[in-house]
């Protein structure tokens, strides 16, 4: 009974390793395109949004535009006002045009990400139904193959050996 009892919890271990995690599929090709794509055209609002920003502030830092905003405000010193609104556009302007930058710098990673994902899609769809490709698809490769047949070769020799070896100590006992 245990004999038989470890034996099934061998198979049931071997089967366990030996089956794909069909959840964890990566994206195919075609669909890392799409999605880069669509990052490019979210990021290609967000720069628009930057750039709107920085003609806003560049506009708003001209002498005449700062007076005219504190125009209302009455003061001893209007001179210091002054310099104080053209410090705040400028501190908003240098992290504005920081931004720009940065998504600048972005849209050039995802462009030449997605042409490496258009050259790899184009390859997956000259590539054909062969074996290797729907190997490669499901994430077994040869090498993964002949090390799940080596476990599982060396698993059954454990269990052939501990149940030779229970076998052996039950006739022991049956003896005395």
């Given at each position: 009974?245990?004999?038989?009892?470890?034996?099934?919890?061998?198979?049931?271990?071997?089967?366990?390793?030996?089956?794909?995690?069909?959840?964890?599929?990566?994206?195919?090709?075609?669909?890392?395109?799409?999605?880069?794509?669509?990052?490019?055209?979210?990021?290609?609002?967000?720069?628009?949004?930057?750039?709107?920003?920085?003609?806003?502030?560049?506009?708003?830092?001209?002498?005449?535009?700062?007076?005219?905003?504190?125009?209302?405000?009455?003061?001893?010193?209007?001179?210091?006002?002054?310099?104080?609104?053209?410090?705040?556009?400028s501190?908003?302007?240098?992290?504005?045009?920081?931004?720009?930058?940065q998504?600048?710098?972005?849209?050039?990673?995802?462009?030449?990400?997605?042409?490496?994902?258009?050259?790899?899609?184009?390859?997956?769809?000259?590539?054909?139904?062969?074996?290797?490709?729907?190997?490669?698809?499901g994430?077994?490769?040869?090498?993964?193959?002949?090390?799940?047949?080596?476990?599982?070769?060396?698993?059954?020799?454990?269990?052939?050996?501990?149940?030779?070896?229970?076998?052996?100590?039950?006739?022991?006992?049956?003896?005395?």
């Amino acid at each position: 009974m245990k004999s038989e009892m470890i034996i099934f919890l061998m198979i049931l271990v071997v089967s366990c390793f030996s089956t794909p995690a069909f959840g964890q599929n990566k994206q195919s090709a075609v669909e890392t395109v799409l999605d880069l794509k669509l990052q490019l055209i979210d990021l290609d609002a967000k720069q628009e949004t930057a750039k709107l920003k920085v003609q806003q502030l560049e506009e708003a830092l001209k002498p005449e535009n700062i007076e005219h905003s504190l125009a209302g405000v009455g003061s001893t010193r209007p001179e210091e006002l002054r310099e104080q609104r053209r410090r705040q556009l400028s501190i908003e302007k240098k992290a504005a045009d920081a931004q720009l930058e940065q998504l600048t710098l972005k849209r050039t990673q995802l462009e030449t990400a997605l042409a490496a994902a258009e050259v790899q899609a184009y390859q997956q769809s000259a590539g054909g139904p062969g074996i290797e490709n729907s190997l490669r698809a499901g994430f077994i490769t040869p090498t993964w193959l002949l090390a799940m047949g080596v476990l599982t070769i060396l698993i059954i020799a454990v269990v052939v050996c501990v149940s030779v070896l229970l076998r052996m100590q039950a006739i022991q006992r049956a003896l005395r």
